[in-house]
Every structure is written in structure tokens, then in C-alpha cells.
């Protein structure tokens, strides 16, 4: 049986935290920023969760379960 393989663009976009939820970054917040609030960027500055729903399907890509 071959080893699993972790998605690549996954592994670079999702982290796990110490209680094992995943950890994901905000999108929008790359380029053109000059017509968003200052409110709205500071905002997508900080990292959230992934959707309880779609932790299943990221951990598979993660090979974790």
C-alpha cells in the first residue's frame, strides 16, 4: 500500500491548532486595497477558523483522518 499524499496547496494554506481545529487565513487582502475601509483590512489581518462543516474534507486533504 503507497503512503498517502497531502495536498500541497492545503498544506500551505491551513494550519491545525492545539485542540485540533483548522486554522485558515482571510482572502482580499492581496491587492487592490486602496478602495477597501482601513476598518476592513484590519479585519482580514487576523487568521479564523474553518467552518465546522468543512473540517472534515481539509483534515482528508491533510491526511489526517
Same mark, same amino acid.
Given at each position: 500500500?503507497?503512503?498517502?499524499?497531502?495536498?500541497?496547496?492545503?498544506?500551505?494554506?491551513?494550519? @491545525?491548532?492545539?485542540?485540533?481545529?483548522?486554522?485558515?487565513?482571510?482572502?482580499?487582502?492581496?491587492?487592490?486595497?486602496?478602495?477597501?475601509?482601513?476598518?476592513?483590512?484590519?479585519?482580514?489581518?487576523?487568521?479564523?477558523?474553518?467552518?465546522?462543516?468543512?473540517?472534515?474534507?481539509?483534515?482528508?486533504? @491533510?491526511? @489526517?483522518?
Amino acid at each position: 500500500m503507497p503512503k498517502m499524499k497531502t495536498n500541497s496547496s492545503a498544506k500551505k494554506r491551513f494550519k @491545525l491548532t492545539g485542540s485540533g481545529k483548522v486554522k485558515r487565513k482571510h482572502a482580499f487582502k492581496s491587492h487592490i486595497l486602496t478602495k477597501k475601509s482601513k476598518k476592513r483590512k484590519r479585519a482580514l489581518t487576523h487568521s479564523g477558523l474553518v467552518h465546522k462543516s468543512d473540517e472534515a474534507n481539509i483534515k482528508r486533504l @491533510l491526511t @489526517l483522518k
